[in-house]
């Protein structure tokens, strides 16, 4: 069974700072897709940004940067110019792609809480 | 349409209650989740319907019942919930492309007296 692992509980950064958090995980397929959901204290669960596991370019979404390392089972988020609304829980999640029923089995880390300061 | 949306937010309910929580979706999706959320913890999946088929997590209790009245449509029916119960409850959908995630929604807030 696929498991991702997400080794800070808890990160701080300064606001305009650049911070990174941490995930790997294990499967031993070879085409998945990897995900950082944001979850303020708002409640909702958003999507930051996907990883496609056959592309070897890290995914960019502005402010926001992964560092996919696939032999090392590794999928680390990068946020830059951190902001105070980027204060958050950060979750790391994996997927194999679409069931035989057409649904999709996302398997979540535990979080990182992330708070910037002022 | 891109949202998923949830009612109500917040609701409190007494153990002999009975509630339904409400999730809608107009994105075509053709998968709909529910997840169970304790404070600084992951989702944990609960149900899905796909295609209108339903997948059941065995731990889920039976006093949870889903019910996926067409596509667009998840409802989840509470009867004599336990504090324990007590929890954010998470709606979500997913596109019939594959490695796209989910959608969520805003959540319900249930707190069980």
């Known amino acids: 069974a696929q498991t991702v692992t997400q080794s800070q509980p808890e990160m701080s950064v300064q606001e305009a700072e650049t911070v990174t958090l941490s995930c790997t995980y294990d499967?031993?397929?070879?085409?998945?897709?990897l995900f950082w959901y944001k979850q303020p204290p708002s409640r909702q669960m958003i999507l930051v940004i996907r990883q496609e596991a056959y592309k070897q370019q890290n995914a960019t979404e502005n402010r926001f940067s992964v560092n996919f390392q696939k032999a090392a089972k590794s999928f680390s988020l990068k946020i830059s110019d951190s902001q105070l609304g980027d204060t958050a829980m950060y979750f790391c999640?994996?997927?194999?792609?679409?069931?035989?029923?057409?649904?999709?089995?996302?398997?979540f880390g535990k979080g990182t809480k992330l708070t910037v300061n002022p | 349409d891109t949202e998923v949306t949830q009612t109500p937010k917040h609701l409190v309910m007494g153990m002999t209650n009975k509630k339904s929580l409400k999730c809608e979706q107009h994105?075509?999706?053709?998968?709909m989740y529910w997840y169970k959320q304790k404070a600084k913890k992951p989702p944990e999946l609960m149900f899905v319907y796909s295609y209108e088929k339903l997948s059941i997590n065995e731990s889920v209790p039976s006093r949870f019942s889903p019910e996926c009245p067409n596509s667009s449509l998840l409802n989840l029916h509470l009867h004599a919930l336990q504090p324990e119960d007590s929890a954010l409850y998470l709606c979500?959908?997913?596109?019939?492309?594959?490695?796209?995630?989910?959608?969520f929604g805003s959540g319900t807030r249930l707190t069980v007296v």
């Open positions: 499967t031993s397929e070879s085409n998945y897709y």
């Open positions: 994105m075509g999706h053709r998968a």
């Open positions: 979500a959908s997913s596109q019939s492309q594959t490695g796209y995630g989910y959608t």
């Open positions: 999640a994996f997927s194999q792609g679409l069931t035989q029923g057409g649904s999709e089995k996302l398997v």
